[in-house]
């Protein structure tokens, strides 16, 4: 069972800039996709990136040109740069396989407010 501890989260204005990190606890070389997930208020966990080992990431497209998502297997580390953040962004934030398959972690907040 790997988990995961996200960080980076905080209180940021709009257009600004956050970097999330998520720490796995086991190897993230034998996870072929990963991904960050973001739940906001009485709304659905949805997920916003993510990327297989070595192919190029994908993203929902409200976060393209955006967000910019990468791994490091060799620290099993999975970061999200978020670049121009909006107010409807504030949310949780979460790693985890893709599709989603260990538990959750404690997941990150991220609030955008001016």
């Known amino acids: 069972q790997v988990q995961f501890v996200e960080s980076g989260g905080g209180l940021v204005q709009p257009g600004g800039s956050l970097t999330l990190s998520c720490t796995a606890s086991g190897s993230l070389s034998s996870i072929r996709v990963m991904g960050w997930y973001r739940q906001g208020l009485r709304k659905a966990r949805e997920i916003v990136a993510y990327m297989e080992n070595g192919k190029t990431p994908i993203y929902i497209d409200p976060v393209k040109d955006r967000f910019i998502i990468s791994r490091d297997n060799a620290s099993n580390t999975v970061d999200l740069q978020m670049n121009s953040l909006k107010p409807e962004e504030t949310a949780m934030y979460y790693c985890?396989?893709?599709?989603?398959?260990?538990?959750w972690g404690q997941g990150t907040q991220v609030t955008v407010s001016s």
């Open positions: 985890n396989r893709v599709p989603p398959y260990f538990d």
